[in-house]
Structures are given as structure tokens and as C-alpha cells.
């Protein structure tokens, strides 16, 4: 769990529209590029468990909010945090670890990753919410 990151990002207020920074190569949790996608989670709906065997996630939530809970299921330990536009931040999850996620906006809930390598069906792991106990 030592290895989760939160990176604070920089917004940029425009009048014509804002601008939401991401990821940089220069960044020290770029981890190389794979592929970038955008999901949406409904309100009070829940998208999880997965685990990735070599993915690394980098989490961003540029509109909405969402609230991420990762579970180590080697020493029982849950994190969680609820990124939106008033806490923007990077949250950057090594593979290894369960992720699912709740969106918490009654609006549009949206999540960028951008991962290290290209989705790969076979490097993942996917289980029932009701399989790992969190009080969501």
C-alpha cells in the first residue's frame, strides 16, 4: 500500500473553459503509456473489484466525484479517497492491489486512467463486491 500515490495536478482557470492537467512524462509516477480511457460511474453505483497483475492505474476524476477504495488482500488493509474537481489529484495504484470505485455526484461522474500497458484481459482478476467486506 506504500507504493499508492496522490499527485496534486494544476488547474487552470480560463474564461473560454479550464484547463486540467494529467499526466507528464516527466512526472515521477509516469510509469510509460499503454493506453488512456475514460469511464463514467453512475451515482451511488459501484464499478469493482479488479486487480491488475501489471497494470499500473493513474486515476483522475476532472468532473464529478468518485470515490476510490483499494484493498491489499495480502494484509487486510483498505484505503480510500474521493477525488473530484475540489480535490484534484493524480491517484496512481500499483498492480497487485484491488481497486472498485462508487461515484459519489449526483452529475456526471467521470474517471480517466492512464495505464502502463495496453488492456489485457488475461493480466486482470475480477471478483463480486459482496467477496471483499468494505462498508460502503
Not at 477525488?83 to 498492480?95: A, G, H, I, K
Request: hydrophobic residues 40%.
Amino acid at each position: 500500500m506504500d507504493d499508492i500515490r496522490l499527485s496534486l495536478l494544476k488547474q487552470i482557470t480560463n474564461p473560454k473553459g479550464d484547463l486540467y492537467h494529467a499526466l507528464k512524462k516527466s512526472d515521477d509516477s509516469f510509469n510509460g503509456f499503454g493506453e488512456a480511457y475514460f469511464t463514467t460511474v453512475n451515482f451511488d453505483e459501484i464499478k469493482g473489484w479488479k486487480k491488475h497483475t501489471k497494470m499500473i492505474l493513474n486515476l483522475i476524476v476532472p468532473v464529478g466525484a468518485v470515490k476510490f477504495v483499494i484493498f491489499n488482500d495480502e494484509t487486510g488493509e483498505f484505503k480510500d479517497i474521493t477525488l473530484s474537481q475540489s480535490n484534484y489529484q493524480r491517484l496512481t495504484v500499483p498492480s497487485g492491489l484491488w481497486v472498485a470505485f462508487k461515484g459519489v455526484s449526483n452529475e456526471l461522474n467521470l474517471v480517466l486512467n492512464i495505464a502502463n500497458i495496453e488492456h489485457d484481459p488475461s493480466e486482470s482478476e475480477n471478483c463480486l463486491l459482496e467477496e471483499i467486506k468494505y462498508e460502503w
